[in-house]
């Protein structure tokens, strides 16, 4: 069965770190990309970043660029989100899910990992 | 980058159809055939209902279609079912090599 399993919630304090994970299996983790995705308590969802771990090139949208990294282990099919210095806004859901490159959607979505602040 | 744009409601009774827009511009939606569809219902992740404009999923209901006009995409749902109810998101490949959602529509069943 093809799936990404997230990391477990998370209760933290403004200015602390976090690393959150997603880990593939049942497919060829380097062959698509993950996506990460924030929802905000009763908001919408809004796109954050990507990774290829095929080659770890990434691409943030400017409204996440330099506010959080995303990283990628293929040795171990798993893909992160961090944050060096968090902030009460960052209190959210945070959801991966894997994308066949510019085609296909993103067709298969972690459970989502709760983050609050 | 702006969200698109989706109205915030929408309604319909069972068996009628309804169609949700997502309105973009040259910079996503009426550059490129990389738009999706996503249903979320309360406290579950986003499903994939429809990809590259208007391509389904194994498993999809082909009650669901999609199509672009311009800068507009839209979703249509026929046979509306009372499991439809739930909220809807339209998201496009843009010109900065990102992507970007739309706002979200909640749909109603009466």
């Known amino acids: 069965e093809v799936q990404l399993v997230q990391s477990g919630a998370e209760v933290k304090k403004p200015g602390e770190s976090l690393r959150i994970s997603c880990t593939g299996s049942g497919y060829s983790f380097i062959s698509y990309w993950i996506v990460w995705v924030r929802q905000m308590p009763g908001k919408g969802l809004e796109w954050m970043g990507r990774i290829d771990p095929s080659d770890s090139y990434t691409k943030y949208s400017p409204s996440f660029q330099g506010h959080v990294t995303i990283s990628a282990d293929e040795s171990i099919s798993t893909a992160y989100l961090e944050w060096s210095s968090l902030k009460a806004s960052d209190t959210a859901m945070y959801y991966c899910a894997r994308q066949y490159g510019m085609r296909g959607g993103m067709d298969v979505w972690g459970q989502g990992t709760t983050v609050s602040v | 980058q702006s969200a698109l744009t989706q109205p915030a409601s929408v309604s319909g009774s069972p068996g009628q159809s309804i169609t949700i827009s997502c309105t973009g511009s040259r910079s996503d939606v009426d550059s490129y055939d990389y738009v999706s569809w996503y249903q979320q219902h309360p406290g579950k992740a986003p499903k994939l209902i429809i990809y590259d404009v208007s391509d389904r999923p194994s498993g999809v209901s082909n009650r669901f279609s999609g199509s672009t006009s311009g800068n507009t995409a839209s979703l249509t749902i026929s046979r509306l079912q009372a499991e439809d109810e739930a909220h809807y998101y339209c998201?496009?490949?843009?010109?900065?090599?990102?992507?970007?959602f739309g706002g979200g529509t909640k749909l109603t069943v009466l």
């Open positions: 998201t496009s490949f843009t010109t900065s090599d990102t992507w970007v």
